[in-house]
């Protein structure tokens, strides 16, 4: 079972290459699938990488360009044909509502899941919460209403050593508690303090998702502390002046933001066609924020 793993199926931008694909990720969180974005290859990708589409509840839309969300009906119509039931969640920029509800509505009239819509307005906030995750959203500055997103694993329980459960001859009923934290009182009123019951719980990870968007300090300030970072890096310094006019980002830009947010690790990804090459990209980057990797399709990163 994978514990939080993210799974890279495009990682271009808007025109795809022979060598990427447009935007499309899916979060693997213990054995539930989550996708942000869906361009065209999404669905293929997904039966390479063997990610099963029935365990693909919610998908989160970035912004209506193309090449983040016309995978999607085709996505939808092939979980039509496999006869999937339930539900699936489209999260997306309320602007995009009523054009993917008319395509939904027209594409799979006949589908046998119910397909329902989040719209994000504003400054977004948290959009899904589960036991285990949370997933927020945050405002991207691109040429359209755009938004990212964080996945939020919650605080993990602490460990007990069971060496001293048993020394204290603690209940059953009394565990879950102890591994949230509380102390264990005894039947004549001792107090076990939680720290010679537990050890600490192991790191909850966290991962952002920054596409598209031009460079602003308030989206490190929006995904301060997180632990991995994926961010736009479409083109090189030698194109600032163009990535900003077009609303999106450079190399070093994207290293940036991971610094400033004093992320632990950074993914860079949404190339622009005229590389065909990516190692300039990764060299400014590292020369700012030293652990980036590069998105590749079918890439598969762990975050533990």
Do not use: W
Request: some cysteine; aromatic content about 8%; glycine content about 6%.
């Amino acid at each position: 079972m994978a514990k939080f793993r993210i799974n890279i199926l495009g990682c271009g931008s808007a025109t795809p290459t022979p060598r990427h694909n447009p935007s499309s990720q899916v979060i693997d969180f213990r054995d539930n699938l989550f996708m942000i974005d869906c361009g065209e290859g999404a669905q293929s990708m997904m039966r390479r990488m063997k990610l099963k589409f029935a365990r693909l509840n919610h998908i989160f839309i970035s912004h209506m360009h193309g090449d983040h969300c016309l995978g999607l009906p085709g996505l939808l119509s092939t979980l039509a044909l496999h006869e999937r039931t339930g539900c699936v969640t489209i999260h997306l920029p309320a602007d995009g509502l009523e054009i993917m509800r008319s395509i939904t509505d027209y594409f799979c009239r006949e589908s046998p899941f119910e397909i329902k819509f989040n719209p994000i307005t504003g400054t977004g906030g948290t959009i899904f919460e589960s036991d285990s995750l949370t997933v927020e959203a945050f405002p991207l500055y691109h040429r359209v209403p755009c938004y990212g997103y964080i996945f939020r694993e919650k605080p993990k329980p602490r460990h007990l050593i069971g060496d001293m459960v048993r020394y204290h001859q603690i209940p059953l009923s009394a565990l879950h508690g102890i591994k949230e934290g509380n102390d264990y009182i005894t039947p004549d009123g001792t107090v076990i303090p939680n720290c010679r019951l537990t050890t600490p719980a192991d790191p909850a990870m966290s991962y952002a998702y920054c596409s598209d968007t031009t460079f602003n300090p308030a989206v490190a300030k929006a995904v301060n502390g997180v632990d991995t970072i994926y961010h736009e890096a479409t083109y090189d310094s030698s194109f600032e002046s163009k990535a900003h006019q077009r609303g999106h980002s450079t190399a070093a830009q994207a290293a940036t933001i991971a610094a400033e947010a004093h992320a632990n690790r950074l993914i860079i990804g949404h190339y622009s066609k005229r590389y065909s090459d990516v190692e300039i990209l990764l060299r400014e980057a590292r020369d700012i924020f030293p652990n980036v990797i590069a998105a590749d399709e079918g890439l598969q990163i762990d975050l533990i």
